[in-house]
Each structure stands twice: as C-alpha cells, then as structure tokens.
C-alpha cells in the first residue's frame, strides 16, 4: 500500500511542482512568460560559454581510454578496489570528481555509454557524482573570494569526505540494488 502511495506521488511530484511555481508566481504579479524566456536566454548563454570545455573534456577522456591510460590505472588499483567492493570502472570517475566538475561528468557520460545507466557501474557513477564535490574547484572559489592563504586541514579533510562518498555510495547500490 505505501509503495502504491509512493509510485503515485513520484508520478504527480512534477506537476504539482510546476502548477505550484505557476500559481505562485501568478499570485505575486510576476509575468511568467517574460520570466521563462529571459530564464531560457540565460541558460542557452551558459550552454554556448561552457560548450568548447565540455568538447575538450570529452576529446581528453576519449583520448586516454583509447590509449589505454585509463584501463591501465583500473587493472593496477582492481586488487584495492575489488576488497572495497568498488567496481573499477568507476576509478575514473572518482579521481576526475574532485578536480573538475565538467570533467567528471565527461567521465559519467563515458561510463553510462559504455556500460548503461541500469548497470550496477553507471548506478554506482551515478550516485557517487551526485555525493562527491569538486573539491579543488570549490576551494579556490570561495578560498579566493575571502583570501584564505592557507588551507592546512580543508585538503585531507575534504580528500577524506571524497573517499567516504565512493564508499557510502557503493554501499548504498550494493543494498538497493
């Protein structure tokens, strides 16, 4: 009965999402329209800017898996991975994610190609990109905006929140799915 309920709600979550913003934005006068365009024009100007990375992104990583790069770093870390549990396909994924966001989901792109998103590899990609931050990225942001010289713990302790995301959501596949 509850998973009944559940499937249901799923089904009607979008559009009671979507007619809540549009009543809520009736109510407060604002013309939704002008809004959905101009929401619309910002969003292809961010598609166009962020284009030519993804391209050179997609390029490297395609490079280094047919090189063999890639499969090389796998097969020298599987016997670490495989006591883990952690499938080795995902090894590039878990090393690109702290460095670049774009890259990583270069990396996740590559893996749901290769191996399908209803594999147990592109579940376990899948949730790890959504549980681990671009850490490298991230810091110099906001280290940068208020001039933080010197990160002394952000480093291990951020690598360390790295690595129990891979874990926990390897644990979390491996009990759902």
């Known amino acids: 009965m509850i998973l009944k309920s559940l499937s249901y709600l ?4 979008i559009p009671i999402m979507f007619t809540a913003i549009l009543v809520h934005g009736y109510i407060k006068g604002v013309n939704l329209y002008d809004a959905f365009v101009e929401g619309a024009s910002e969003g292809f100007k961010t598609a166009i ?5 993804l391209v050179a ?3 490297v990583i395609g490079l280094l898996r047919k090189s063999g790069s890639i499969d090389m770093l796998v097969v020298l870390l599987q016997p670490i991975t495989t006591r883990l549990g952690i499938p ?17 989901l270069g990396v996740l792109q590559d893996i749901l190609t290769t191996y399908g998103p ?7 990609a899948s949730t790890m990109m959504g549980s681990a931050e671009t850490i490298f990225y991230t810091m110099a ?4 905006a208020i001039g933080v010289k010197n990160s002394r713990h952000t480093v291990p302790s951020a690598l360390i929140a790295h ?6 959501a390897v644990f979390v596949c491996h009990m759902m799915f």
């Not at 800017?49 to 990375?53: E, F, K």
């Not at 080795?88 to 990583?104: D, K, V, Y």
């Not at 942001?141 to 940068?144: A, I, Q």
Request: aromatic share 14%; glycine share 10%.
């Open 163 to 168: 690595f129990a995301a891979i874990i926990a």
């Open 88 to 104: 080795g396909e995902i090894l590039p994924l878990a090393l690109m994610r702290p460095i670049s966001g774009s890259g990583a």
């Open 141 to 144: 942001v906001y280290f940068g």
């Open 49 to 53: 800017r962020i284009m030519p990375y």
């Open 10 to 13: 799923s089904i009607l979550a």
């Open 118 to 124: 209803d594999s147990f590899v592109g579940r376990v």
């Open 57 to 59: 992104i997609f390029i």
